[in-house]
């Protein structure tokens, strides 16, 4: 059974850093897609940052240059290093492991970015 849980979260002023961390707890991580999504009060979660198997990362426009999403597969650990916060940064952000059709969410940690 795959676990997902995320750390890292909290209140940080604009122009700040956090790093979220997402630790994968199953024997799927190294051959998994791992994501970060976010989901701001009201609004629809969306697709942040996503790292695939080999590497490949993708971002969506409004983080780039900001956010870098890594994966160390020795840990089972997937991480998001993001810079130069702004508030409408703010928002639940969740980890996400995908394989084929397999799909798994960690809880969720809050990040709030204050201006």
């Known amino acids: 059974q795959v676990q997902l849980v995320e750390s890292g979260g909290g209140l940080v002023q604009a122009g700040g850093s956090l790093r979220l961390s997402c630790a994968y707890s199953?024997?799927?991580?190294?051959?998994?897609?791992m994501n970060w999504y976010r989901q701001a009060p009201g609004k629809q979660r969306e697709l942040v940052a996503g790292?695939?198997?080999?590497?490949?990362?993708s971002y969506v426009d409004s983080v780039k240059g900001r956010f870098t999403i890594s994966r160390d597969n020795a840990k089972n650990t997937v991480y998001l290093q993001m810079n130069s916060l702004k508030p409408e940064d703010t928002g639940v952000y969740y980890c996400?492991?995908?394989?084929?059709?397999?799909?798994?969410w960690g809880p969720g940690t809050q990040v709030t970015v204050s201006s």
């Open positions: 199953g024997s799927m991580f190294s051959i998994s897609t």
């Open positions: 996400n492991a995908l394989f084929g059709r397999l799909q798994h």
């Open positions: 790292i695939s198997s080999s590497s490949s990362t």
